[in-house]
């Protein structure tokens, strides 16, 4: 068996300092010279997953291959990196206890007193390490929160006590900071970080490595400094600086401070490689578009950054592969009237309409659908977006005067979208949608299969309702194209809009497997329409 390397990401001073995009880009050094890694986030959170989850409190929801719903740092890792992460991937504190109290009432601790550590820190051991497979060289553990939050506590024990479990040169300790600058005096202070690594190293962790976000360099003075109050070595003092032009670019920043050097140095690490010219493409690419192009993503959580996250991802990684420089316009479909439509929509090139859940906003995305098709706006509906240009459909082409999903009236005279069976006595919210991936088949000579280039197709969906098969004939009677369905024809998986530049909704959720390096082949056939439409 491979001796595996642990590198556990920890934060300091503050949230939002980008600890997954951090994590991400050492998961994407250490794959670029050569190295087999895993990626683990912690959430120390009650909850057994982010699935039950407002987004005001959490952001996106990603999902997995196999249906986890998880914390949206996963969607960063697989864009960032090759690994494809599964409900091993994701831990929470709800998981830990859950399956720690299920063995106590089973009587598995044989007569004692179940405590934090070790049972608690065992069982997070335990499940840290259940990411590793026979190929993994390196785990990286992303430990969600902030140092010194009393939620995470078990879990830098835990991180903590990997020292004695695998020994010292195979663990790593790196440390997300933020030196902030205070403006009535003009400087960079690092007092935050100095106490941000205290009170790790009360924990009894000494960090190795400092990655310190700051507002302009950090000049030798200031790395001795820091270095001298927080034991870490000069060299291991490294400057975060804010980047200019995307994320995608924080990887290469780290490497021209030669962080990865120091990593393999630390863990004892030989390289195998040294290959990072596709990052340097990319970012040649971002910096050099040919065009640019505007997309309208009408949703209820705009004022969100992170909301529909691996949705402006995708457009992000569409656009480049389009040679465009990409503007988003977001707007709030609860505000959207037939009075502000036309100018809310002015000079855009595609509509974008996202998943979404309760009946907030709906006539907002029902007008916008009705708009894009009647003129010849790109239209990209996902998964409730989809259902939306069912809905609309059903009540301008069909007739259906009050058509709608059942989800926003139950009692509606057209449910054109509907609950499965299956799904109806359900009253348990957590984990029991139609979560993960599932086959599909694409039917030839439909915008679907320009984008794929082949019949089956395989996409994560995360949804309770579907396309109610009983009026199928009359959509497709009256031109709605049905171009997928589930491999035994049973669900309908996409619909598109006949002699329009493109207007195509899909059930599943196509953006959870969209990379820098392999956009997904329908965002990328939107923003190639979303080109054409200028
Ligand atoms: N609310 C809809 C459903 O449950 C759509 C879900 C979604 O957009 N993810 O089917």
Not at 131 to 149: A, F, N, R, Y
Request: glycine share 8%; hydrophobic share 35%; net charge neutral.
């Amino acid at each position: 068996m491979k001796v595996v390397k642990y590198i556990f990401v920890t934060g300091g001073v503050c949230s939002s300092l980008g600890k997954g995009i951090a994590s991400s880009s050492i998961g994407a050094l250490l794959e670029s010279r050569g190295f087999k890694i895993s990626m683990t986030k912690i959430d120390p959170y009650i909850n057994v997953d982010a699935g039950t989850m407002s987004p005001y409190q959490h952001g996106e929801v990603f999902v997995t291959d196999d249906g986890a719903e998880t914390d949206l740092d996963l969607g960063n890792y697989e864009r960032f990196t090759n690994t494809l992460l599964t409900k091993n991937n994701s831990i929470t504190t709800g998981q830990v206890y859950n399956e720690v109290i299920k063995r106590e009432r089973k009587g598995d601790y044989l007569g004692r007193c179940v405590q934090v550590i070790p049972h608690i820190t065992d069982e997070i051991k335990r499940r840290i390490k259940q990411s590793i497979d026979k190929d993994t060289d390196v785990l990286i553990i992303e430990i969600g929160g902030t140092v010194g939050d009393i939620e995470s506590v078990p879990f830098l024990e835990a991180a903590r006590q990997f020292i004695h479990d695998a020994g010292k040169d195979n663990v790593l300790y790196v440390h997300l900071t933020l030196i902030p600058k205070i403006k009535a005096a003009g400087e960079f202070k690092t007092k935050p970080t100095q106490h941000s690594v205290q009170k790790l190293r009360e924990i009894g962790i000494q960090p190795d490595i400092l990655l310190c976000r700051i507002d302009g360099e950090m000049n030798t003075s200031m790395k001795k400094k820091v270095s001298l109050f927080t034991n870490v070595e000069e060299e291991a003092v490294v400057d975060a600086v804010n980047i200019k032009h995307s994320i995608y670019e924080v990887p290469l920043l780290y490497e021209e401070r030669k962080l990865t050097d120091v990593i393999l140095k630390k863990l004892r690490l030989t390289q195998t490689k040294v290959d990072i010219s596709i990052w340097e493409d990319l970012i040649h690419n971002i910096k050099n578009p040919q065009h640019e192009i505007r997309i309208a993503v009408v949703g209820k959580y705009i004022d969100l950054q992170d909301a529909y996250k691996s949705i402006y991802e995708a457009l992000h990684h569409a656009s480049i592969a389009n040679n465009a420089k990409l503007h988003i316009k977001r707007i709030l479909s609860d505000d959207m009237t037939e009075e502000n439509i036309k100018a809310n929509l002015e000079g855009v090139d595609g509509v974008l309409i996202p998943g979404g859940f309760g009946d907030r906003g709906i006539q907002g995305k029902i007008l916008t659908a009705k708009y894009a098709r009647e003129n010849k706006i790109p239209y990209f509906g996902i998964c409730l977006g989809m259902q939306i240009m069912v809905i609309e459909y059903a009540r301008n082409i069909l007739g259906f005067k009050g058509a709608n999903s059942t989800e926003f009236e139950t009692k509606t005279a057209y449910p054109v979208i509907s609950l499965l069976e299956e799904q109806e006595g359900v009253d348990k919210k957590g984990g029991t949608m139609r979560l993960g991936a599932n086959d599909s088949i694409v039917l030839k000579d439909t915008r679907m299969f320009d984008a794929y280039q082949k019949e089956k197709i395989s996409e994560r969906h995360r949804h309770r309702y579907e396309f109610n098969n009983l009026y199928k004939e009359n959509f497709i009677d009256k031109g709605l194209v049905i171009s997928a369905t589930t491999d035994d024809g049973s669900l309908v998986e996409s619909v598109e809009w006949n002699n329009h530049p493109f207007g195509v909704g899909v059930q599943f959720h196509p953006e959870f497997k969209s990379k820098p390096f392999s956009p997904h082949p329908l965002f990328k056939e939107f923003i190639k329409a979303a080109v054409k439409n200028q």
